[in-house]
């Protein structure tokens, strides 16, 4: 007489577990305490930091962006002027360049910056005398749209 | 995938480095022999997988498994290797690169500053 019943009991799992876990502990190997070794922890902590990677791609934008503003404004104030005079009067003179790039030449070329900001002033001051001047002098240089034909 | 939990590098050109232009010699003129049907180009090594293992100049060495992938797929692959140079291929941190950022001189706190003496003059001796 055989014992057969016993055999029946035992079964063959899944060859591939040691692999799939290892796809998810790969991105966790950084970080910090149990979740870079326990899987059931891993798995959790894993799938936060995708979920906060695909939400940061917009905020990463948004950040860039007011790097740029706060640097740009600190360049102008060494310059006696505020940030918003000079975005403003940049854009009458249809100086059309976009925070980035007015934020690396204010880092790399500070000469150049100097001559945007006094580029804005006198746009500025051309307003200035425009809005109180009544309108008996001429427009100033710096406010002649050209026309492109 | 994070950015700090995946590698990154800066953009680089493509450097030629190393001994393969005998092999990519031979590899054209494999090509041109070979026709669209079944020929395989056997390596001396006998893999338990059946890969393509393409070596770059700059020393990086490409992988592509092709169990059971149809002729023209391999063959897709095929061009989309020799196209490509050896450069890794993950996340570009900046899609532009310069030697010399600043031509005028990097801005640092005393750019815009005066100076608060005067040029340095040699003393006036006023006793004789």
């Known amino acids: 007489m055989v014992f057969l019943t016993l055999s029946c009991w035992i079964r063959s799992r899944g060859p591939d577990r040691y692999w799939k876990v290892q796809e998810v502990l790969k991105h966790a190997r950084h970080f910090r305490g149990r979740k870079n070794r326990c899987y059931s922890l891993a798995v959790r902590a894993v799938r936060r930091a995708f979920v906060y990677a695909t939400k940061a791609r917009k905020l990463k934008k948004r950040n860039m962006r007011t790097l740029w503003i706060s640097r740009i404004a600190a360049a102008t104030r060494e310059h006696g002027m505020k940030y918003p005079a000079l975005m403003h009067n940049l854009t009458k003179t249809s100086v059309q360049l976009n925070r980035r790039v007015i934020c690396d030449l204010a880092v790399t070329e500070p000469r150049s910056f100097l001559s945007l900001a006094k580029l804005a002033r006198a746009r500025q001051q051309e307003g200035f005398r425009a809005a109180l001047g009544d309108g008996k002098e001429p427009a100033g240089v710096f406010s002649r749209v050209v026309l492109l034909q | ?128």
Request: aromatic share 6%; net charge positive; proline share 9%.
């Open chain 2, 1 to 128: 995938m994070t950015s700090r939990g995946t590698p990154s590098r800066f953009l680089q050109s493509v450097l030629q480095n190393g001994v393969g232009r005998e092999f990519i010699e031979e590899g054209v003129v494999d090509y041109a022999k070979k026709n669209p049907a079944t020929v395989v180009y056997v390596s001396p090594q006998s893999c338990r997988i059946p890969k393509i293992v393409a070596e770059y100049l700059n020393g990086n060495v490409r992988e592509e498994i092709i169990t059971s992938k149809t002729a023209p797929q391999i063959s897709d692959l095929l061009t989309k290797l020799t196209n490509q140079s050896g450069l890794d291929v993950i996340r570009i941190r900046k899609p532009f690169h310069t030697d010399n950022p600043s031509i005028q001189g990097q801005w640092h706190p005393f750019t815009n500053r005066p100076p608060c003496i005067g040029p340095i003059r040699p003393q006036k001796q006023e006793a004789e």
